[in-house]
């Protein structure tokens, strides 16, 4: 046999050949191929998650004013889930998707991992890491040069809350040390505070008690889009028996409307007119509760005051409003009107709630009002399925504050927002009016050093452009916040405080909820990075500034400043995590109110009636101005919220913008909701890219065809627009505030923007 | 095989080279055609082929495919077994949650080894080399699955109080450690697999189980009526 080229391919063939079937027959090939494809899952850059033993922290949310109960799960001591706190009162186990994804925000790229001082220009994003002994002493030194040079009422504190410990804390820190401008942030809850203390003359955080009610009427509420504590609105919705009714009114078909019993759209703006309107047919067809508005009220029939002088009564206010006209303003026929009104007035146990949206803008007091007089109306204040103002918990009794002269001349100075000033003698806070007051004042900024803590008012506040600006002409800004958002990195000093995974901070009664509960967030998780607490940060920095400032913090950290106010609960509350005071409703026969008259008062009295219409203090409605004029600005541009999109001064977790749908968001680019009628007036088609233009701002856009939408309105969420924070959220949409202004309500000086004009040019 | 090639018979080119071939070497079987020798041939090879492929896949393969590795300390069940009240559930407990705690940590050896009991050479050195430098030992799991298998003890012991012996073997009662077959592809133990390259026939008694997913599915089946949901295991 002899082997050449050609013999040798064929005989080499066969060996392979001969080779490949003999493999078929052994295991190796199946094998290899099972094996392969485990290889291929165990690449080890593929990440894994840790196993071990399995535990479970209780704590509570502090990502919105909700104040929800949640079960963290860890593993081998890392946090990995957050689920919803079946124990705690007010969501009993349901949790929204912020709540769920707040792992994010513990882990996620934002977080400022280190006391920081800028280098080069503001906003550039050029930081220098310092410690934290350098960082607080050089904050000290600047709040002491401020002090020395007499004018510490220069110095502002901007926070996200007013309640609780830390606030107190930091308010405790301002009046030791002389200023009187700490100033939160604003939201509806302000307004209808306001409205109820008007009416009630009790300071106190409104509490609805909707779980009892069988008639919700929401004006424009969002009462499964995040409004109040949301993982107790889902319940709401899980839970609600058939016979429960809620109306929603507003002029867009959003998800709380889409679930309601009835959805009623009304011209934006206009809810005012329209609670006026049903409290008309109510009095005229005598379906009020008599017994309280005779026994209890006072201001609903024309009355004559101490000086002889006559003034109108609720009554007559409300005749002005009969359907017919209110049919006109709303654009709701007038039959659906007197309808409402009947339903509403004959349910057992009817409740009307405002504040649009989550709430982030307090509206209207007139609008606040007049929807508390229908709560009146049908006589449900301080009863079961009704409204009533829930005191703050009093837990809080500290040593007084001794105050040296410097600190006693500042606190003399006047607010700078010109809350309870005599304009505004009712409201507290006053952030919107800051930027505008900066930027007008003449020679330098009345404000040279701003704190700013759980707030971010260059995202939050209307206006940007003016926001930003005003920001500019403060000298000295430091951020406290954990994150890279949008104040922090406009800051002088970002003294990062701990995640809200990492800290201990007491959560006074959640936001709407009609129980006195008052919960105990606990750190689940040593502080990943180098971060301090921020209450730690201000005991430290009162000490710094030495003298009286530190005599009013006799202790040596934050947790002992909480132990020392918990007193004898401290233990109780450390091992249950929520602390609930029953909250017994007054003897429905035993009304007791403290204004002057001693009643509810349908004619608010302690209301600044000399900027009102005709000189009267009674609800009335008055169209919210809107900015833009209409030759040149033909469309009317509203926000609208979201469930999946955080329009607070916490950003989105980038897992909820997963959840955005792309008729909301695509490709970077916000979508706007436009009517089809509308969008063909203007020749535009579904996915077109416009330019979206109002009287403040700029936005490039895509269109997006909506029937739910009222023809001649345009909506865009609220939310987007990011421009800090990560690569997972800035960049992605629009910011809303960037195309609103503040609009000045005449009575609380409260934002009550709800739209403003705007045009769309084709892009 | 080039008969079987159109282009070489007709070629103009190819006819010149090939066909004194015969004629010059080998005139006496100018008659008969040229492969049939080598037919033989071709058949010879493609059984030295098949067959040694076949006695490769079926002792040489599993031999490269596995490593062989000793455990870290050379641990005795027996011993042991006869000196905790419990049983296995005495270092593999259940925690409170139900869940597994699988391997015990060092923290449930200390207690009795925090210094050596014997002069046992394995103990003095798990002593030295874990305990006093508080290492945990870098066991080799016989029955470790893939991340995307999620398999609950709880169900199985507890719920459908099966014995630890019918999945995992004799155990408990060996002297010595096994070996420990890893293979070289997946990391994971030659006992998931089976120790039979073919998955023919059944383990002896004693031997723990395989445990592919078929496995599970065929015990399913008997025991339930059913192999099975995706979900159930694939979460």
């Not at chain 1, 709560?375 to 500290?398: C, E, F, H, Q, T």
């Not at chain 1, 955080?646 to 680019?669: C, E, H, R, W």
Request: proline share 7%; net charge negative; aromatic share 8%.
């Amino acid at each position: 046999m002899k082997i050449d080229r050609r013999s040798f391919l064929t005989y080499g063939t066969a060996l392979v050949l001969g080779g490949a079937a003999g493999s078929m027959l052994t295991p190796a090939p199946w094998k290899l191929t099972d094996d392969v494809a485990i290889w291929t899952q165990n690449w080890p850059w593929t990440p894994v998650p840790e196993d071990g033993e399995i535990t479970y922290k209780q704590s509570v949310c502090t990502l919105c004013p909700g104040g929800c109960g949640i079960n963290v799960r860890l593993v081998n001591g890392r946090p990995i889930k957050i689920e919803g706190s079946k124990d705690h009162p007010a969501n009993k186990g349901s949790l929204c998707p912020m709540g769920i994804s707040g792992l994010q925000y513990l882990y996620g790229p934002s977080r400022v991992t280190s006391p920081l001082k800028r280098e080069g220009k503001r906003g550039e994003g050029k930081w220098k890491k310092v410690s934290w002994e350098e960082a607080l002493t050089a904050v000290a030194k600047k709040l002491a040069e401020l002090r020395e040079n007499g004018r510490p009422q220069s110095v502002a504190c901007i926070t996200g809350s007013d309640r609780g410990t830390i606030p107190n804390l930091i308010g405790r820190f301002l009046t030791a040390y002389g200023s009187p401008n700490y100033i939160r942030s604003a939201n509806a809850q302000d307004a209808i505070e306001q409205a109820i203390y008007l009416a009630q003359g009790k300071q106190g955080t409104p509490g609805f008690d909707i779980e009892k009610a069988d008639f919700i009427l929401s004006f424009g509420s969002g009462l499964l889009d995040g409004w109040g504590s949301p993982g107790r609105m889902f319940n709401l919705y899980g839970n609600q028996k058939p016979a429960k009714k809620i109306i929603q009114i507003e002029p867009r078909l959003s998800d709380t409307a889409a679930k309601a019993t009835q959805w009623i759209g009304i011209n934006p703006g206009t809810e005012g007119a329209l609670a006026l309107g049903i409290a008309h047919v109510i009095i005229k067809e005598s379906l009020y509760d008599r017994n309280f508005v005779e026994n209890y009220a006072f201001g609903f029939d024309d009355w004559t005051d101490d000086n002889g002088k006559a003034h109108d009564g609720f009554a007559k206010m409300a005749k002005k409003f009969a359907p017919e006209k209110v049919s006109r303003i709303t654009g709701i026929p007038k039959a659906e009107i007197v309808s409402l009104a009947r339903a509403f007035a004959r349910a057992s146990k009817p409740i009307a709630l405002n504040g649009r949206g989550h709430g982030s803008v307090p509206g209207s007091i007139d609008e606040s009002l007049a929807v508390q007089s229908l709560n009146a109306l049908v006589g449900n204040i301080n009863k079961p399925g009704g409204i009533s103002a829930m005191p703050d918990s009093n837990y809080a009794k500290w040593p007084e504050v001794n105050i040296d002269e410097i600190a006693s001349k500042g606190m003399q100075q006047p607010r700078i927002d010109g809350a309870g000033s005599e304009q505004f003698p009712n409201t507290r806070f006053l952030l919107n009016r800051l930027p505008e007051i900066i930027n007008s004042a003449q020679g330098e900024s009345p404000i040279q050093a701003l704190m700013v803590t759980d707030a971010n008012p260059l995202y939050t506040l209307p206006d940007t452009a003016a926001t930003k600006k005003a920001f500019d002409r403060i000298p000295f800004i430091v951020s406290f916040s954990p994150y890279m958002d949008e104040t922090a990195s406009h800051a002088d000093y970002i003294l990062p405080n701990h995640s809200y995974l990492e800290r201990l901070q007491d959560v006074p009664t959640s936001t709407g909820i009609s129980l006195q509960v008052t919960g105990l967030a606990k750190p689940v998780v040593k502080p990943l990075y180098d971060t301090k607490h921020v209450g730690d940060s201000f005991i430290h920095m009162a000490k710094a500034l030495g003298g009286f400032i530190e005599n009013a913090f006799p202790w040596d950290d934050y947790e002992a400043f909480l132990k020392e106010t918990l007193n004898d609960q401290w233990r109780k509350f450390k091992r249950k995590g929520v602390i609930e005071i029953e909250h017994n409703l007054p003897e429905p026969l035993a009304y007791t109110f403290n204004t002057v008259s001693g009643k509810f008062e349908f004619y608010p009295t302690a209301r600044n009636s000399a900027t009102q219409k005709e000189n009267s203090a009674l609800p009335s409605y008055t169209p919210v101005p809107i900015e833009g004029d209409v030759q040149r600005f033909k469309l009317v541009l509203i926000p609208y919220d979201s469930i999946r999109l955080a329009s607070g001064y916490m950003a989105n977790a980038p897992f909820m913008t997963k959840t955005v749908d792309d008729t909301v968001l695509k490709n970077q680019i916000g979508l706007l909701e436009i009517n089809p009628a509308t969008a063909k007036e203007l020749s535009l088609k579904e996915g077109d890219t416009a330019i979206l233009t109002t009287p403040k701002g700029k936005a490039t856009v895509k269109i997006h065809l909506y029937e739910g939408i009222m023809p001649g309105i345009i909506a865009m969420p609220r939310g987007l627009g990011h421009t800090a924070y990560s690569e997972y959220l800035a960049d992605k949409g629009t910011n809303f505030n960037e195309l609103i202004g503040p609009i000045e309500d005449p009575t609380s000086g409260l934002d009550m923007a709800w739209g403003i004009r705007a045009k769309l040019t084709r892009a | 095989m080039s008969s079987t090639d159109p282009n070489q018979t007709v070629s103009t080119e190819a006819a010149p080279e090939t066909a004194p071939t015969p004629v010059d070497h080998e005139p006496e079987t100018n008659d008969s055609p040229p492969s049939k020798s080598s037919g033989w041939a071709v058949f010879l090879f493609f059984m030295i082929g098949f067959v040694g492929s076949i006695l490769s896949g079926w002792i040489l393969f599993p031999e490269l495919l596995y490593s062989k590795k000793d455990q870290p300390i050379d641990f005795n069940h027996a011993v042991h077994l006869d000196m905790v009240s419990d049983e296995c559930n005495s270092c593999h407990y259940f925690r409170d949650d139900g869940s597994f705690a699988g391997m015990p940590d060092l923290s449930s050896c200390v207690d009795c080894h925090e210094e050596a009991q014997t002069d046992d050479p394995e103990e003095i050195k798990f002593v030295d080399e874990y305990v006093t430098p508080g290492i945990e030992v870098p066991w080799l799991n016989h029955s470790k699955q893939p991340d995307c298998v999620f398999f609950s003890h709880s169900a199985h012991v507890i719920g459908a109080d099966m014995s630890c012996e019918s999945c995992h073997g004799d155990i408990g009662t060996s002297e010595h450690t096994r070996v420990f077959e890893e293979n070289r592809l997946t990391g994971y133990s030659r006992d998931i697999w089976g120790h039979s390259i073919s998955r023919l026939g059944k383990p002896e008694a004693g031997e723990p189980l395989p445990m592919k997913m078929n496995d599970c599915a065929k015990c399913h089946k008997e025991e339930t009526g059913h192999k099975g949901a995706c979900f159930q295991c694939h979460k």
